[in-house]
């Protein structure tokens, strides 16, 4: 399984934008990339995935460079209830049978 | 998307004893997880909760301390048995339509071992 590094912690304002980048150097060719969000006593929630290039949902996009060593989850105009854990996970998730193998992740604070 | 329902939300336990978790997923799914989380760290992988079979676990998890069942594509449980304080924690379930579809989590069940 491919190791995944992302910041502990970021600090936005309502109204900004957010990147969250996650670099994962020893991707292999058959990874995706997921990005998951988890608020106080919830349990985790699915954001977006992709393979490679650009993706973008009604919630956020998910930007991949060529080499795929890293990866940019964007969060247009965060607002409050946008504060909340954000983990990125690569993985074969067909050929390891779905399971996730969660990472550290990045806990976002938005502020007034 | 999936709707999963896990009892009890929380308990607190005496060590010693033994608790079991339920997890109820609103329709039928392949892919069935369990999950462990300290307050405020990440989430560890226990087990695949397999239908029909034995459940997969992790390194470091074993049939004995956390048995699972799985009788059918919408329920699951996890029993936490021999409980220390070691085992307080968040215990989530997970579950999905297939390996490359997202994953649903329940909203965990807190655990307190006194």
């Known amino acids: 399984l491919a190791k995944t590094t992302q910041p502990i912690s970021m600090d936005s304002y309502e109204g900004q934008e957010v990147n969250i980048t996650c670099s994962h150097n020893?991707?292999?060719?058959?990874?995706?990339i997921t990005w998951y969000q988890q608020f106080p006593s919830q349990g985790p929630r699915f954001i977006i995935q992709?393979?490679?290039t650009k993706v973008t949902n009604e919630v956020a996009s998910l930007f991949i460079p060529a080499d795929r060593k890293s990866s940019t989850l964007s969060l247009p105009r965060v607002s409050l209830s946008d504060t909340a854990v954000y983990y990125c996970?690569?993985?074969?998730?067909?050929?390891?049978?779905?399971?996730?193998?969660f990472g550290q992740g990045t806990e976002l604070s938005v502020k007034p | 998307s999936a709707v999963i329902s896990q009892k009890p939300s929380r308990d607190i336990c005496q060590r010693g004893t033994s608790l079991t978790i339920q997890c109820q997923v609103d329709?039928?799914?392949?892919?069935m997880f369990w999950y462990r989380q300290q307050p405020g760290q990440s989430l560890t992988l226990i087990a695949t909760?397999?239908?029909?079979?034995?459940?997969?676990?992790e390194s470091g998890f074993v049939i004995d301390k956390f048995p699972i069942s799985r009788p059918n594509l919408t329920f699951s449980t996890l029993t936490v048995s021999n409980m220390s304080p070691e085992d307080s924690s968040i215990y989530l379930c997970?579950?999905?339509?297939?390996?490359?579809?997202?994953?649903?989590f329940g909203n965990g069940t807190r655990l307190t071992v006194t």
């Open positions: 997970s579950a999905g339509q297939g390996p490359n579809s997202p994953l649903h």
């Open positions: 020893n991707i292999a060719t058959n990874d995706y």
């Open positions: 992709g393979y490679k």
């Open positions: 996970l690569v993985g074969d998730f067909y050929n390891q049978g779905g399971k996730l193998i």
């Open positions: 329709s039928q799914v392949t892919m």
């Open positions: 909760a397999n239908q029909g079979s034995e459940a997969t676990y």
